[in-house]
């Protein structure tokens, strides 16, 4: 198959915000407790608790962003348990679901583990059964450098300088009646949200605030109209349950493109219509598939090639909606419907997930531009409509030196020569990354843990020419370099 995509490095649609390639960890299975955090007594290597290849693998991932506790577990955590010395800590119930919590893994241990792996913290308060107070009082515990008592606490904790957290969600999927203190509509959350705001940035005015909201219309014009001037982002989940065959989950990207669209231009029109003036951009803070044997109360489960390509559909299209939705977080980090499966015997595997994710962040394209590709289509009945085979995504590095191509072949059996055409930029030399294996079902596993690994390829550039071959079912990073 042959496929051309023409890319006109003058015409820039927007600058990537990198927190598009978050992180998502929450106390739930095995993703905190034996995942990130093994405490300092434990067998398996660590660093101040920290287990040590996890932190690695997460620190290769360059993440820009982690958002932390939860999810579910969000709605029932009280903060102030999980401060302090460790021995002196309650065992406390987790409600979401219905785990018993120890909370060696808290605000300080969470601030050091985003230091350690290079990413800004993210921090849901809990709006479920929690209270504004309550949420205000963890903002002056992370960010206030008065003499006050939570502040203080800090201090005496260890920690003199204020973290700085700057960006917070006030509550996590309220429309949910699985979640501990859920709302019966956005017009209650609406006002919910507005007290927690209040309270919060009473405390710390400089903070970013991400709202709940959801695919529901109705509840999304409750929001922004009640309480749109309160809040900065409206934060919208997606799961794929349905265990689809190839074709159509790779497919999926594209619908929740639109989708995602929708939600902002409702917002936007919202804003219009109420006279809202505050900015409003969409946080996509949980996304994943989600496979039927990935239940409560681990939810393990082992991604292979297929999700890699599902995965690197969603950064392209989060790459292409920079302007509109420029938080995003991957769910989740560690064994929990995993990128990083560590064991308790102290091995870990990276799935083929987790290398779309290195391949993405640690490429450092900034100004994304709008390309025009000429692929052939194939019919997804699950979002009814063509689908091109080649995705593409592209953007040129601050210095204007590198372009960036995210090149996807969703094609099961037939590689892809790619013609770049350009304009305004003339490349000297030329790289590709790919992963592909030799089949959608690939996977990594403790006995085969290299059988999906990232390759590289040398490209020939010919006077400006450039064409790449796509393997079959492949994520390609193409770095053309000045
Ligand atoms: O990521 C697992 C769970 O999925 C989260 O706790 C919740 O927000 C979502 O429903």
């Not at 950064?315 to 302007?323: D, I």
């Not at 003339?426 to 294996?437: L, T, W």
Request: aromatic share 12%; hydrophobic share 35%.
């Amino acid at each position: 198959m042959k496929c051309r995509v023409k890319v006109d490095t003058r015409v820039v649609i927007g600058t990537l915000d990198r927190r598009c390639y978050g992180q998502f960890i929450e106390h739930l299975g095995e993703c905190i407790y034996g995942g990130i955090w093994v405490g300092e007594n434990s067998k398996i290597p660590n660093e101040r608790g920290f287990r040590l290849d996890v932190l690695r693998a997460v620190k290769e991932l360059n993440p820009p962003l982690i958002r932390w506790p939860g999810g579910n577990f969000a709605s029932g955590y009280h903060w102030i348990d999980g401060v302090g010395p460790r021995d002196k800590r309650p065992k406390s119930y987790d409600m979401a679901w219905g785990a018993e919590e120890p909370n060696y893994f808290g605000t300080d241990e969470f601030i050091e583990f985003c230091r350690l792996v290079g990413a800004e913290p993210f921090i849901v308060v809990n709006a479920g059964n929690g209270t504004p107070e309550e949420a205000a009082h963890w903002v002056e515990y992370c960010n206030s450098s008065r003499e006050t008592y939570y502040a203080s606490l800090r201090r005496r904790y260890g920690h003199e300088k204020p973290y700085g957290v700057k960006l917070w969600g006030v509550g996590n999927e309220l429309w949910g009646e699985w979640q501990v203190g859920f709302c019966k509509d956005g017009a209650e959350c609406a006002r919910r949200t507005v007290e927690f705001a209040n309270e919060m940035r009473k405390v710390d005015p400089n903070i970013e605030l991400v709202a709940v909201g959801c695919e529901d219309p109705e509840w999304n014009i409750e929001m922004v109209k009640e309480a749109g001037k309160y809040f900065d982002y409206l934060s919208i989940h997606f799961y794929d349950f349905d265990n689809k065959p190839y074709r159509e989950l790779v497919a999926i990207p594209i619908d929740v493109e639109r989708r995602l669209k929708d939600v902002y231009n409702l917002v936007q029109s919202v804003r219009r219509k109420y006279g809202v003036e505050r900015e409003i951009k969409i946080a996509f803070d949980e996304w994943n598939v989600w496979y039927p044997e990935a239940k409560a109360p681990l939810l393990t489960q082992v991604t292979s090639v297929k999700d890699a390509i599902f995965t690197a559909g969603i950064l392209n299209m989060l790459q292409r909606l920079c302007n509109i939705v420029p938080i995003s977080n991957f769910a989740q980090t560690v064994n929990v419907l995993p990128l990083i499966i560590a064991s308790s015997d102290g091995r870990i595997v990276l799935t083929p997930q987790y290398l779309v994710f290195k391949m993405y962040c640690n490429n450092k394209g900034a100004n994304v531009l709008r390309t025009f590709t000429d692929s052939d289509l194939y019919m997804s009945s699950s979002i009814g409509e063509y689908v091109p085979h080649v995705d593409i995504s592209a953007m040129l590095s601050e210095d204007s030196k590198t372009l960036y191509i995210y090149a996807l072949n969703r094609d099961e059996e037939d590689s892809v020569e790619l013609q770049i055409v350009l304009k305004g930029f003339n490349p000297k030399s030329g790289m590709q990354q790919f992963i592909s294996g030799e089949s959608v079902d690939d996977k990594n596993t403790f006995e085969d843990p290299d059988r999906v690994k990232i390759e590289e390829a040398r490209i020939q550039v010919t006077e400006g020419e450039v064409r790449v071959d796509l393997k079959p079912h492949s994520v390609n990073v193409i770095r053309l370099v000045d």
